[in-house]
């Protein structure tokens, strides 16, 4: 039976072939066995794994069609799968996008997602380097490779329904921290785990949520949580908990909504904020969505009045701070 890879390989390689031209069968199967041993050094294959490598791309959604031209039949690329289905001008949206990765440009996985696009829409490492026609000035975080990893693990455990335990440094004191995980959330260019805390001698999960940021995780590590017993157990029994039954009680979704970002207030106080700006942080506000809740009440050629209701705490103070006099709190 042919690898995986390879049958995948092929498919690749007669949809690459038939984008550049179309072409009969004779020509189709031979170039793409010299793209093989020329670019692979892989044998030549047969006529009939060639025909399932078609099947299978047809099966996927691709539309690959016989056409006469001048008394010869050609195959034709008319159609691709839904998924894959992008205009010339969504296509000329991907070195923009790599362009906001570009703070994370060494980390192994984008160069694979630049790699597959050169591979799947015939791009060239020129078109999806954006310099110096698009630049991204936000600065990289310190570790991002390892936030990133340290991220999709603890999803994979919040899938899993799985606790978790940490080594975590809150204000210089380092402890172990025993979290059902809920969610990740990236806000102000900074991770934070949002948890519920599990009892160490019940490991009962409460519902009381809690934020940590994944940058003062020790080692940016995360293992398993475990019921400790005074037993000697050749096997650890992990910790697992109802995902959808504790993410309803914590209120996620209630507290959060109402927030900027991560912070939440457990004493309901919502209030109403009308804030005004003025010269530069105007263009800001005006094409910025802060929060679901804003609204522009009053603009003029000076100002700009907007309206907001979240928690009344920090978190909205950062926010008007970071505008000094070009913001004012009018209530």
């Known amino acids: 039976m042919e690898d995986y890879s390879k049958r995948k390989l092929y498919k690749k390689i007669i949809i690459k072939l038939l984008r550049e031209k179309k072409l009969n069968l004779d020509e189709l199967l031979s170039s793409l066995n010299r793209v093989l041993k020329t670019d692979y050094g892989i044998d030549a294959i047969s006529r009939r794994t060639f025909d399932r490598a078609k099947e299978s791309l047809l099966e996927n959604g691709y539309i690959i069609n016989s056409r006469k031209f001048n008394g010869r ?30 703070t994370e440009k ?3 996985a984008v160069s694979w997602l630049k790699s597959a696009l050169m591979d799947e ?26 936030l990133l990893i340290l991220a999709g693990k603890i999803i994979e455990y919040i899938k899993n329904g799985q606790a978790i335990k940490f080594l975590y440094d809150r204000k210089g004191e380092v402890k172990f921290k025993q979290i059902a995980p809920l969610q990740i959330r990236y806000y102000d260019n900074r991770y934070y785990l949002l948890g519920t805390d599990i009892d160490e001698n019940t490991n009962e999960v409460g519902i009381l949520l809690k934020t940590f940021a994944l940058d003062k995780f020790i080692e940016k590590h995360v293992y398993p949580a475990i019921i400790e017993t005074d037993e000697f157990n050749l096997s650890e029994k992990f910790i697992y908990f109802d995902y959808q039954k504790i993410h309803k009680k914590s209120n996620l979704e209630n507290l959060l909504k109402n927030s900027l970002g991560i912070w939440y ?39 700009t009045i907007l309206e907001i209701t979240v928690w009344d705490n920090r ?10 006099d070009k913001c004012e709190r009018l209530n």
């Open 265 to 303: 207030d457990w004493e309901s106080r919502l209030k109403t904020f009308r804030l005004k700006f003025t010269d530069w942080a105007m263009g800001i506000i005006e094409n910025k969505t802060i929060h679901s809740s804003q609204q522009i009440i009053e603009k003029t050629k000076d100002f």
């Open 73 to 102: 039949n050609y195959f034709v690329l008319e159609g691709y799968p839904e998924n894959h289905n992008l205009t010339k001008e969504e296509q000329l949206t991907f070195p923009l996008l790599l362009g906001l990765l570009d």
């Open 121 to 146: 829409f015939d791009f060239s490492k020129d078109d999806l380097n954006p310099f110096p026609y698009f630049v991204h000035v936000q600065p990289s975080l310190n570790g991002q490779d390892k």
């Open 315 to 324: 978190e909205i103070d950062y926010f008007i701070d970071r505008f000094g």
């Open 106 to 108: 060494n980390m192994n």
